[in-house]
C-alpha cells in the first residue's frame, strides 16, 4: 500500500493512525488468503501425482480430467488477477476507471506468468531438491512472489501515466 501510495502521491491522502492499522490489518489478512490458497493449490496438485488418484484417474476420468487440473493451476491467477483490479482501483486515490485497472491487471497477470514460464526453463527444481531439501520451493515461491510485486508495481504506474500524462 506504501509503494502504491509513493506512485499516486499526488492523489493519495494522508490517513489517519486508526486507518493504517486497518490497512495494516488488511494486507495480513490478504497475505494470509493469498498463502493459503497457495498452500491448497500446490496440496491439490501434489494429490493429482499421487499414485492411488492416477488410478483413479484412470477409472474416473470426467471426474479427475485435464480440465479439472487446469482450473486448479488457473485458480490463484484468477484470484489474483481479481485481487489486483480491485488494489489498483481502491489504493491508487485517484479511482481510475474500472476496465483500466482491469487491463493493467490483466497484462501483470500475463507479463508474470510468461515470467514463472521464463523461470521454470531456467530453474530445475530437482536440483534445488538435491541442494535444498525442503527449502526449494520456499526459495521459488519467493521469487515468484518478488517478480509479481514488481510486475504488480509496474504496472500501478502504468495507471497513473496514462491517467495524468494523457498519451
Not at 498463502?35 to 471426474?63: D, G, H, M
Not at 519467493?142 to 510485486?149: A, I, K, R
Amino acid at each position: 500500500m506504501d509503494s502504491m501510495y509513493r506512485i499516486f502521491h499526488r492523489a493519495a491522502p494522508l490517513r489517519p493512525v486508526l486507518s493504517q492499522v486497518l490497512i495494516f490489518a488488511g494486507e495480513v489478512l490478504i497475505v494470509i488468503l493469498i498463502a493459503t490458497i497457495i498452500f491448497i493449490t500446490i496440496s491439490a496438485k501434489t494429490v493429482f501425482e499421487l499414485p492411488l488418484i492416477y488410478n483413479l484417474r484412470r477409472v474416473f476420468p470426467v471426474l479427475f480430467s485435464t480440465v479439472t487440473q487446469n482450473l486448479i493451476g488457473t485458480t490463484p491467477y484468477l484470484l489474483a488477477l481479481l485481487f489486483m483490479t480491485i488494489t489498483y482501483r481502491t489504493a491508487a486515490g485517484t479511482k481510475p476507471r474500472k476496465l483500466l485497472c482491469f487491463s493493467a491487471a490483466a497484462c501483470c497477470m500475463f507479463t508474470f506468468w510468461i515470467a514463472v514460464r521464463f523461470m521454470i526453463l531456467f530453474l530445475d527444481k530437482n536440483k534445488y531438491n538435491l541442494i535444498y531439501g525442503v527449502f526449494s520451493h520456499m526459495i521459488v515461491i519467493l521469487l515468484e512472489v518478488f517478480v509479481f510485486f514488481i510486475l504488480f508495481l509496474l504496472f500501478a504506474e502504468f495507471i497513473y501515466v496514462i491517467q495524468f500524462l494523457h498519451l
